[in-house]
């Protein structure tokens, strides 16, 4: 079982980036946490980082059929991306938006995410616990949905 797990712009400036919202970790050491995480409950990662929309499109697209969940923060795309948005539309598989900041008690702007309503599910407001929790919930649907079949 594979989980890919997308970041979008700016992300990559973690731990130096405005610590008091996003705090001080780095990209890679929350990538870091995720795999090992992720690795316990034997489940492999994929990574991926941009701050190109396309590139973002274009990644989602080749996860269809090879990953069996999402776990995205596009960033600032959450508001206004429509191209990442319809990506994640044609994936059937669970989807977990997160952000590090609670969005909905920030500036008006960054209240709208347009992929809310693709995703499965949106955390937000956890810090880097929200990427942890998100590889918790797509384990707990894909268990749902297998005692299903
Ligand atoms: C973010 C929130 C967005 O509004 C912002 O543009 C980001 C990070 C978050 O993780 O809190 O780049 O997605």
């Given at each position: 079982?594979?989980i890919?797990?997308i970041?979008?712009?700016n992300?990559?400036?973690l731990?130096?980036?405005n610590?008091?919202?996003y705090?001080?970790?780095?990209?890679?050491?929350?990538?870091?946490?995720?795999a090992?995480?992720?690795?316990k409950?034997?489940?492999?990662?994929?990574?991926?980082?941009?701050?190109?929309?396309?590139?973002i499109?274009?990644?989602l697209?080749?996860?269809?059929?090879s990953?069996?969940?999402?776990?995205?923060?596009?960033?600032?795309?959450?508001?206004?991306?429509?191209?990442?948005?319809?990506?994640l539309?044609?994936?059937?598989?669970p989807?977990?938006?997160?952000?590090?900041?609670d969005?909905h008690?920030?500036?008006?702007?960054?209240n709208?995410?347009?992929?809310e309503?693709?995703?499965?599910?949106q955390?937000?407001?956890?810090?880097?616990?929200?990427?942890?929790?998100?590889?918790?919930?797509?384990?707990?649907?894909?268990?749902?949905?297998?005692?299903?079949?």
């Amino acid at each position: 079982m594979k989980i890919l797990v997308i970041n979008g712009p700016n992300l990559n400036m973690l731990g130096k980036r405005n610590p008091k919202i996003y705090g001080t970790k780095t990209l890679a050491d929350i990538e870091n946490e995720i795999a090992s995480y992720a690795k316990k409950k034997g489940i492999d990662t994929e990574f991926f980082q941009s701050a190109c929309e396309g590139e973002i499109v274009n990644k989602l697209n080749g996860a269809y059929g090879s990953a069996d969940g999402i776990i995205i923060n596009a960033g600032a795309y959450t508001h206004y991306s429509y191209a990442i948005r319809d990506a994640l539309e044609i994936l059937d598989v669970p989807k977990i938006e997160v952000h590090l900041s609670d969005i909905h008690a920030r500036e008006t702007f960054r209240n709208i995410s347009v992929i809310e309503e693709v995703c499965t599910l949106q955390i937000a407001g956890f810090g880097d616990k929200g990427y942890v929790m998100a590889v918790d919930e797509i384990i707990k649907i894909l268990s749902e949905e297998n005692s299903k079949r």
